[in-house]
């Protein structure tokens, strides 16, 4: 207990005596403490909590979502999302939590092929979870097509209610070697892309009068400059996009759109390990860089994506949900 004052250790020992034996503390209204007798805590039966009753299970067709009484706030159903950048990795895996949480969910990417898994997520969709996952290849630099492709969703649901904008490159290159060309493609499609995207989406949430929510996927290298990692125009890409979020947030919503951005730590995935194939001192040195002692997986942000697209944060927007295992709060 290293920095602590002995009158502070002596009350942390203190605290050992059973709490059946302590009064507790009553706070009123008149700012007097008032003690009365606590009771003690009931015995653990160490059963399981009992099943929810028969009229409280969900039916077969939204069994994923597992009661249809409990947390409906997080429920996705009957709803329409586009997420960018979905045809593998993250993007792909906000959209596979997507699904579980009901919603209709199209996926836009650039790339002709897609990965094996997102064919094993679309069938999953279909089969088990009473949804669907659809493809549509574009570049969110042609923006004329994107907003044919937005356009044409909206139209044939009649609606859009969310974007998960998670499209972007990365370029590790110092400062002094950056090329005007690749600082250019980077922002051109890490904030530009981004912009466009989120301003597509807007104008069918506008056009159809439901409101909705938009979803920017930042990096803690937006707030913060990462020690060993040489990206500059990566992280400024990301700061780019946190403050693109808090101002189209002030100016939509009034539209009852809502726009957030979440900021990942260091992520586990295919394309880092790969650098770590070329830098292996990283493997070791960046899980120490952050208050978990570990790097983190595309999953952990799963229930994040879900909560902010779904009503379970409608009182949120221009705010920058960062999950960094304590990265930046050294």
């Known amino acids: 207990m290293r920095g602590l004052p002995h009158s502070a250790l002596r009350i942390t020992r ?15 209204a008149s700012r007097t403490f008032v003690t009365t007798t606590q009771r003690p805590a009931p015995a653990q039966s160490g059963r399981a909590p009992p099943n929810p009753p028969p009229s409280d299970i969900a039916d077969a067709a939204t069994a994923f979502l597992g009661t249809k009484k409990r947390l409906p706030e997080f429920s996705l159903t ?5 997420v960018s950048g979905a045809a593998r990795g993250l993007g792909l895996t906000q959209a596979e939590a997507l699904l ?6 199209y996926a836009l990417d650039r790339l002709p092929e897609l990965s094996p898994d997102f064919h094993t997520i679309a069938s999953r ?17 042609d923006v004329v097509n994107l907003n044919k492709i937005v356009t044409d969703i909206a139209e044939k649901h009649g609606r859009l209610d969310g974007l998960i904008a998670a499209a972007g490159i990365q370029q590790e290159t110092t400062a002094l070697e950056y090329t005007a060309e690749d600082a250019n493609r980077m922002f051109e499609i890490n904030i530009t892309g981004v912009f466009m995207t989120s301003q597509a989406a807007a104008k069918q949430m506008i056009r159809f009068g439901k409101g909705g929510s938009i979803v920017m996927i930042a990096s803690m ?20 996009v946190i403050q693109l979020a808090r101002n189209l947030a002030s100016e939509w919503g009034e539209y009852n759109i809502r726009v957030n951005t979440i900021s990942p730590g260091y992520i586990i995935t295919a394309m880092v390990e790969e650098l770590f194939k070329k830098f292996p001192e990283r493997r070791e040195a960046w899980p120490k860089q ?7 997986g595309p999953r952990e942000y799963r229930g994040a994506g879900v909560f902010l697209i779904s009503d379970a944060s409608s009182f949120m927007t221009g705010s920058d949900l960062r999950m960094d295992g304590g990265h930046s709060a050294w």
Not at 78 to 82: A, C, R
Not at 125 to 141: F, I, M, P, W
Not at 290 to 296: C, K, P, V, Y
């Open 290 to 296: 952050n208050m978990l002692g570990r790097l983190s």
């Open 125 to 141: 969709a279909e089969k088990e979870l009473g949804t669907s996952l659809y493809y549509r290849q574009v570049d969110v630099r």
């Open 14 to 28: 203190a605290s050992h005596v059973s709490r059946a034996t302590l009064p507790s503390l009553t706070y009123t």
């Open 221 to 240: 290298s937006g707030t913060v400059a990462n020690r060993g990692l040489i990206c500059p125009a990566y992280n400024a890409s990301k700061a780019g």
């Open 78 to 82: 009957d709803k329409v999302v586009l």
């Open 100 to 105: 579980e949480a009901g919603a209709t969910v």
